[in-house]
C-alpha cells in the first residue's frame, strides 16, 4: 500500500477524534444557529426572519472562520510535532519528507470541510422549517457557495502547512496566519468578486494552483530541515 496513503488515514483518523475538530463539527453548527436567532429580521415579505436564505447566510460567515481554524490548527500541530521531535523517527523509513505535509494538508482539509458541510446542511434545514422555498436554483447557489468554501479552506489549509514547517514557535506561527496567510484566501474570491462568469470554476482552477504552489513550497522547505 502506498506510504502516503497510509500516513494519510493515520493522519485522519487522528484529527477526526482530536477534541479540537470534534469541538469544531459541534461548535460551527451551534454557531450558525446562534447567528439565526441573533439576526434582525430583515424581511420586507412577510414574518420570515431574514429575506436571504439561513444556509446562504452560514456559508457565507462560516466558511472565513472554518479558513482560519483550519490554518492555526495545521500550523499549530507541525510546530508541536517539531519541537517535540516527532519527525526524527522518519528519517531513518524510507518516507518521501513532503509525503508527510502532503497527509497532513488532506487530513485537515478534508476534516475541517466536514465541519462546513454540517453547517450548511444545519442551513438547509433551518430554511426548510422557516418556510424558505428551496428552489433548483437556489440549491446550485448552495453548491457553488460551498466549492468556493471549500477552496477558501484548501488555500488556508495549505498556507498553515507551509506556515508551520517555517516557524520556531507556537506564537510564531499563529500571527503569521493571521497577519499572512489570511490575505490568501482572498484570492480565490476575486473572480466572484468582480463579477466574471463561471467564477466558481475559474476560482477552483486558482484555487488548485496557489494550494499547490504552497504545498510545493512547504515540502521543499521541510525537506532542507535537518532533524
Known sequence: MNKTWILF????????????????????PLLGLLLYFILPD????????????MSTL???????????????MTAIE????????????????????GSLMTAKFFA????????????????????LFSGVPISPLMLEGMANSFL???????????????IG???????????????GSQNLIFIPMIPSLIGL??????AMIITTILTSVLLFLASMVFRKMEF
Open 9 to 28: 488515514k493515520d493522519e485522519l483518523n487522528g484529527f477526526a477524534k482530536s477534541s479540537v475538530m470534534i469541538g469544531m463539527w459541534i461548535g460551527m
Open 197 to 202: 462568469p463561471e467564477y466558481t470554476w475559474i
Open 108 to 127: 485537515v482539509f478534508i476534516c475541517v470541510s466536514v465541519a462546513l458541510f454540517i453547517s450548511l446542511g444545519l442551513g438547509l434545514l433551518i430554511d
Open 148 to 162: 468556493s468554501s471549500v477552496g477558501v479552506i484548501a488555500v488556508a489549509t495549505a498556507g498553515g502547512v507551509l
Open 42 to 53: 430583515t424581511s420586507a415579505m412577510g414574518p420570515g426572519r431574514q429575506a436571504t436564505p
Open 58 to 72: 452560514m456559508g457565507l460567515f462560516l466558511s472565513s472562520i472554518a479558513a482560519t481554524l483550519g490554518s492555526i
Open 165 to 179: 514547517v517555517a516557524s520556531s514557535s507556537v506564537l510564531m506561527a499563529v500571527m503569521l496566519v493571521w497577519f
Open 78 to 97: 507541525i510546530v508541536n510535532e517539531k519541537n517535540k521531535r516527532v519527525y526524527d523517527m522518519f528519517v531513518i523509513r524510507p518516507i518521501k519528507r
